[in-house]
């Protein structure tokens, strides 16, 4: 079953929009409303969730800010709004589609068919991850990641700046949300494709791969075959 979350302050736009989206699905479904960003953060931090639909005006609060504050979860999201010209926004957000207001059937069908047909995973569009420092959000250009380490619930994200970066989430949550160029390639390690330059053969049955930086990060022999193969190395 489909766990949706509809984040809307018009109370009949939600009404609305679930029913479309209740029409639109061709699978068993849980849909429920929230009419503001406090409903909403309290709602995702006690509930687990597959699809969020987000209003991104909300008594006046910006719908960005949930987004930020959740984006190391796994769902999806979908945006619904009147300020079409903040859809490129959405995107670098990791939305999954952008609708404008006033929507459709047609439209809404359209959007849930492309969750469904799980286009969420293959054109997933993350750009940023929100790091907590202190009292403050700070957000990491993901393509600056060249590897991430665990650090037991934590992850450590190494920066091609050097930096590294706590994130407060682990690998197995953290890889949901990556760009499919970013593969797990040890059990405490998933790599960015993009700054793998090769591998090295440290020992028999013991391998490395060398980054671009000169840095080396450990290989798990059970996983060598997959990641030279999607890495296309020799």
């Known amino acids: 079953m489909i766990r949706i979350l509809i984040c809307e302050d018009e109370k009949l736009i939600a009404e609305r929009l679930a029913r479309f989206v209740s029409n639109a699905l061709t699978v068993p479904a849980?849909?429920?409303?929230?009419?503001?960003?406090?409903?909403?953060?309290?709602?995702?931090?006690?509930?687990?969730?597959?699809?969020?639909?987000?209003?991104?005006?909300?008594?006046?609060?910006?719908?960005f800010t949930l987004l930020g504050d959740?984006?190391?979860?796994?769902?999806?999201?979908?945006?619904?709004?009147?300020?079409?010209?903040?859809?490129?926004?959405?995107?670098?957000?990791?939305?999954?589609?952008?609708?404008?207001?006033?929507?459709?059937?047609?439209?809404?069908?359209?959007?849930?068919?492309?969750?469904?047909?799980?286009?969420?995973?293959?054109e997933r569009q993350l750009k940023y991850l929100a790091v907590k420092c202190r009292r403050e959000t700070e957000f990491v250009e993901v393509k600056t990641i060249?590897?991430?380490?665990?650090?037991?619930?934590?992850?450590?994200?190494?920066?091609?700046?050097?930096?590294?970066?706590?994130?407060?989430?682990?690998?197995?949550?953290?890889?949901?949300?990556?760009?499919?160029?970013?593969?797990?390639?040890?059990?405490?390690?998933i790599v960015n494709s993009h700054f793998v330059q090769s591998i090295h053969s440290k020992k028999q049955n013991s391998y490395v791969l060398i980054l671009s930086s000169d840095e080396s990060v450990p290989l798990s022999r059970d996983k060598r075959k997959d990641v030279l193969s999607f890495l296309n190395l020799p």
């Not at 699809?51 to 008594?59: A, I, K, Q, R, Y």
Request: proline share 2%; aromatic share 12%; hydrophobic share 40%.
């Open 70 to 122: 959740f984006l190391s979860q796994s769902f999806q999201t979908i945006v619904v709004s009147a300020y079409t010209d903040r859809a490129i926004e959405a995107f670098e957000y990791g939305a999954l589609d952008f609708l404008g207001k006033p929507f459709t059937q047609e439209r809404i069908q359209k959007a849930v068919s492309r969750y469904e047909n799980g286009l969420a995973d293959q």
């Open 146 to 189: 060249k590897f991430i380490k665990a650090a037991s619930i934590y992850s450590d994200l190494h920066l091609s700046t050097g930096e590294v970066k706590v994130y407060d989430k682990p690998l197995n949550q953290l890889l949901k949300l990556l760009p499919s160029h970013f593969q797990r390639v040890h059990k405490s390690y």
């Open 30 to 63: 849980r849909i429920e409303k929230v009419h503001s960003i406090i409903q909403a953060r309290h709602y995702l931090q006690n509930q687990s969730v597959d699809l969020l639909f987000l209003d991104l005006n909300l008594h006046g609060k910006d719908g």
